[in-house]
């Protein structure tokens, strides 16, 4: 599909002097710019964020949710996915979620975290990525990760330094450490993860969104939880995602909750309203807001990624290239992913990828065959850093 790798022919001794400067940092420092905020990262890790980067200069990779876990009327089945059914290959990016690694007892957190390190290293070893999210039931009430009015409890000022559930929190943190210290490869390393706690924080359907606790009590939940994972649970295989919602204009209403660049290493949007959502388009909308993404990413050295949208029922047979292809190529952005969201095992109609028969199918598989996406099988390795793509 994509032809990656360009040859060039240099001289053997420039070409050695041009490597050691690459890998001792000396063309990419940029006052810490570009690369991960963790300098302790794993090598594969730094690769998967200097192959993102790159890659982003004329590709993007394409993500479904839960690819390979279920699809439309199947479940648990190896090496599938409704993407590859369609097209031959799964999708480059695989999201997975941390949901059920707390609120619920030991012995079933267990078998969540057996699944999850499955799927984690199953995609590592393919050559593939994951992304995870993070539906964290509220760990101070009842009523999971939405909030219900009289039921749900402003969690986030209580789960920060001097919280009365600061406790428990390390404790659900250090769940998630000892799951990512533990997806090894075939290779013996340890597979690279895009987290992104706590999205759409913004709007005000989960319990950390904005109308349920202050500014500086977010940003304080945010940099304790990559300070407690990286620094005190020596967790290096993480890159950290910061995914609001669309319900901004400006990059300082983007930027509003932002913990600061030496907390975040890619920066992201949901966006389902501006692409379909309830037969209601204004993608024009929707460019601009990836666009104040993109822009403020490359200002600040960081990835930038379109981190969830999608159209469910996909009842729009042209919406893979007349809306978000056409989206994702305008302004000259540079994204690294793109992400739709998952195919349910059971419903007939909440399904965001395309499955054999599906009416969309035809159009997709033009959206496949684009030079400008990736799929999984079309990925260089993405663990190793490369010269020149």
């Not at 690819?67 to 199947?74: R, S």
């Not at 799927?119 to 070893?125: E, L, P």
């Not at 409890?153 to 799951?179: F, M, N």
Request: hydrophobic fraction near 35%.
């Amino acid at each position: 599909m994509s032809t990656l790798m360009i040859k060039k022919s240099y001289p053997t001794a420039w070409a050695g002097f041009l490597i050691s400067l690459l890998w001792s940092g000396a063309l990419l420092a940029d006052n810490g710019k570009n690369k991960p905020i963790d300098s302790k990262a794993t090598k594969e890790t730094k690769a998967l964020y200097q192959n993102l980067r790159k890659l982003a200069q004329n590709h993007i990779l394409f993500g479904h949710q839960h690819a390979t876990e279920y699809g439309h009327g199947w479940a648990g089945e190896d090496n599938r996915s409704d993407v590859k059914s369609v097209s031959g290959s799964h999708p480059a990016i695989i999201g997975v979620d941390f949901s059920g690694l707390s609120g619920r007892p030991s012995a079933a957190i267990d078998k969540v975290k057996e699944a999850l390190r499955k799927q984690i290293v199953d995609t590592y070893d393919r050559g593939g990525v994951t992304t995870v999210a993070w539906h964290f039931s509220n760990p101070a009430s009842k009523g999971g990760f939405y909030w219900i009015d009289s039921v749900s409890a402003p969690a986030v000022s209580l789960l920060i330094p001097g919280g009365s559930h600061h406790e428990q929190y390390k404790e659900i943190l250090r769940t998630i450490g000892d799951l990512a210290k533990s997806v090894q490869g075939k290779d013996g390393t340890l597979a690279p993860m895009i987290f992104r706690p706590y999205h759409e924080f913004d709007g005000g359907w989960f319990w950390w969104g904005k109308p349920h606790c202050k500014r500086e009590d977010f940003i304080s939940l945010w940099q304790f939880t990559v300070s407690y994972l990286r620094d005190s649970l020596q967790v290096h295989n993480f890159i950290y995602a910061f995914s609001p919602d669309c319900l901004f204009k400006t990059e300082a209403e983007y930027l509003e909750r932002y913990p600061g660049d030496k907390w975040v290493d890619m920066l992201g949007m949901d966006n389902y309203a501006d692409f379909g959502r309830n037969g209601r388009y204004n993608v024009a909308a929707g460019i601009q807001k990836l666009k104040i993404v993109s822009d403020y990413a490359q200002k600040a050295g960081k990835l930038a990624a379109f981190t969830e949208t999608g159209l469910e029922s996909i009842p729009d047979t042209t919406w893979w290239t007349n809306r978000l292809l056409k989206a994702l190529k305008a302004e000259k952005m540079r994204l690294s992913y793109v992400l739709v969201w998952r195919n349910d095992r059971q419903s007939p109609t909440h399904f965001y990828a395309p499955y054999p028969g599906q009416a969309s199918v035809p159009d997709f598989l033009n959206f496949y065959r684009d030079p400008y996406t990736l799929f999984e099988t079309d990925l260089p390795n993405m663990y190793k850093r490369k010269l020149f793509f």
